[in-house]
């Protein structure tokens, strides 16, 4: 199974980027989806995450502000960031739980400048 991710960069605080990611190798598709994120000298953290349902979950830092959906068809996973905040700076990682075991992406850094 791997999941590719796609759409970090950098961008200036107030400002928009979306994520992409999708899971190819696996006859199964993913019950959940979703993004975590890890800043330098931080341990990884939920962003959130999305079910095959279409439920999802948000970490209170960034509800209102990003939003998570997925593709069942396609297997991915997007997430669109919105009013970027400097802390919002980290590698995200995606992640996919299918068949109950759990896969990780190669992360993509999202950098937010002043």
């Known amino acids: 199974v791997q999941l590719q991710a796609s759409g970090g960069g950098l961008v200036q605080a107030g400002g928009s980027l979306r994520l992409s990611c999708a899971a190819s190798g696996s006859i199964f598709s993913p019950n959940v989806m979703g993004w975590y994120r890890q800043a330098p000298g931080k341990e990884r953290e939920l962003v959130a995450t999305?079910?095959?349902?279409?439920?999802?979950n948000y970490a209170e830092f960034v509800k209102g502000r990003f939003t998570i959906s997925r593709s069942n068809a396609k297997n991915t996973v997007y997430l669109q960031m919105n009013s970027l905040k400097l802390e919002d700076t980290a590698v995200y990682y995606c992640?996919?739980?299918?068949?109950?075991?759990?896969?990780w992406g190669q992360g993509t850094l999202v950098t937010v400048s002043s």
């Open positions: 999305v079910t095959s349902g279409a439920v999802t």
């Open positions: 992640y996919a739980d299918i068949s109950r075991s759990d896969y």
